[in-house]
Structures are given as C-alpha cells and as structure tokens.
C-alpha cells in the first residue's frame, strides 16, 4: 500500500468517530454536518468543551483549550454557520466569564478540575499560571468571525484582539509554537473580518518574522523530538508566510513520506511525564489527528 492507503487503514481501524468523520470529510467528499455532530458530543450545557477533545487532558469538564481546540475544527472544515446553535453556545460561554481571568483578560490556560483527571504534566493547574494569549487570541479571533459586531461578546473581542496584537508586536520574537499558532490564526480571522482597528501590515510583518524564528531548522530533531515544523503553522503554499520558508516546507513532504510507522501512523514525540496510563489511549488519538494532519499537508503540496 502507499503512504496515503495506509494512513487511510490506520485511520478506519483506530480513529475516534470525530477523526474518522474529518478524514472523510477531507479525502472523502464527506459532510461537514457529519464532523459537526461528532463534535457535538464534547460540548457541555454551558457551550464549552471538554471529554478528552483534546487528548493529552481528560477533563469531562468545559475549558478554553478544549473549546479552543473545537473552534480549531469548525475553522478546518470552513463551517460558516453563525447561527448554528454550537456557535452560539462556545460564544454563550465565551461572553459568560467562565475560566477567564479580569485581571489579565485572558481565558485560563489551565483550569483547578484539570487535576482531577488524566492530564499530562503541563496541564496540570497551578496558582502559577501563565497568560500569553494561548488560547485568547485565538478565541479573540474566533468571536470576531462568528459574532454579531453589535453584541457585548464581539465588542470584547475586538478589545481583546487589540490587546493581543499590541502585547505581540512589543514580545515577538520569542520561542513557543503554540502561542505562535494561536496570533496566527487570530491574523486570518482580522483578514478574513477586515479589521480596520489592527494594522495588519505591522502584524504580519512580525508573524513572518515569528514563524521564521520558531521552525526548527535541524530537521534531523524532527524524528525524535517535539519541535516545531512549518505545518505547525502553515498548511499550503498559498499561506502568506510560505516565501521565507519554501525550502523546509517542501522538505516536510519528504520527511512525513519517510517517516510514516508500518501501521499507517507517525510517531508521537512527547509523553505525559505521569503516571497515567490513559496516555497510552491519548497515544493512539493523537496518531490519528496527525495521521489526518499530514495527509492534508501532502495533499495541499501536490504529493498525493
């Protein structure tokens, strides 16, 4: 079989119902609607998201990441609905103050009931957390895209947005892919809203700068270690900040080729550092969502 048969094996043999419902909606002329009502089953009464959405924490409960990482998904489908009652529900718990922070107005990185169930290390919550905008900007972003410019949420999510894109132009560069991803997206959805209030140019003169800085350009780390790739941050050759890293971009195509396990997977560089044995259930979630992942990304560069 080649690389995309045998992703697609793995795919039908150890996906999660919402994994298999993106892989088909991607190769396989599949419904958004069918991705929609997958993901529906992780969203809680308050409209936020929680039951291992995203793997590597467990927490049944409603939290910025897991809701973050839901937006992730409509995003990735291109779902536009913005009177979809899941839309209206993650803004309903946006705009609630759940899990957000008034003094740093930011959503909470980590959250106390993260603890009380399989997590890996870093999410563990702590009176230390961090506020760097992972996952407000996103969120911001998300808000801007999806709500009524005339509602209190849209306005706090302009604020916030503006916020977010000051703190960055004064921080950046700096050394962390997740926060990177998340001003990325928030620039596609100030683009995509036209949002004349953020000088766009600025931003993504230093989010180029930003992406450029964070890819590891060892690529022999990549085999072994957590460390950011250009598909971490770009998915085609149409992204605004494919030019400066075309080489290593088109490299990825080879190193995904190279590096796909017998069973149709890739291998997962990190480990929970607990002792949970639930990440070895994570484990296999994960393969899937990056088995998708690479397959998407050879196809938006021609190699499948």
């Not at 409509?74 to 209206?88: A, C």
């Not at 929970?272 to 070895?280: A, I, L, Q, R, V």
């Amino acid at each position: 079989m080649n690389t995309f048969e045998k992703a697609k094996t793995f795919i039908y043999r150890h996906a999660r119902p919402l994994d298999l419902a993106l892989w088909q909606f991607h190769f396989e002329k599949g419904s958004p609607d069918a991705v929609v009502r997958a993901l529906s089953f992780y969203q809680n009464e308050d409209g936020g998201f929680g039951h291992g959405l995203e793997p590597d924490f467990l927490n049944p409960n409603s939290t910025p990441i897991a809701t973050w990482q839901a937006t992730q998904i409509l995003r990735e489908i291109d779902f536009t609905d913005k009177n979809h009652p899941m839309i209206v529900s993650i803004l309903r718990y946006l705009e609630s103050g759940a899990d957000f922070s008034p003094t740093h107005r930011q959503w909470d990185n980590t959250v106390p009931s993260n603890n009380e169930y399989p997590h890996a290390i870093w999410w563990k919550d702590s009176d230390e957390r961090q506020y760097r905008y992972n996952p407000t900007a996103a969120l911001a972003g998300f808000i801007l895209r999806y709500a009524d410019p005339a509602s209190a949420v849209y306005q706090l999510g302009r604020d916030i947005a503006q916020e977010a894109v000051t703190w960055f132009l004064q921080t950046a560069p700096f050394e962390e892919q997740h926060i990177t991803a998340c001003f990325l997206t928030l620039y596609e959805d100030l683009t995509e809203t036209q949002a004349d209030y953020i000088d766009l140019s600025a931003f993504r003169k230093k989010l180029n700068e930003q992406v450029g800085v964070n890819i590891c350009r060892d690529t022999e780390k990549w085999k072994t270690s957590y460390v950011p790739k250009p598909s971490d941050f770009i998915m085609s050759q149409d992204s605004p900040f494919y030019a400066d890293i075309a080489e290593t971009a088109e490299y990825e195509c080879e190193h995904i080729t190279e590096n796909q396990l017998p069973d149709g997977s890739f291998p997962i560089p990190w480990q929970w550092w607990t002792d949970y044995k639930e990440f070895e259930i994570s484990q296999n979630y994960w393969k899937a969502i990056i088995t998708i992942k690479n397959m998407r990304y050879l196809q938006a560069f021609g190699k499948l």
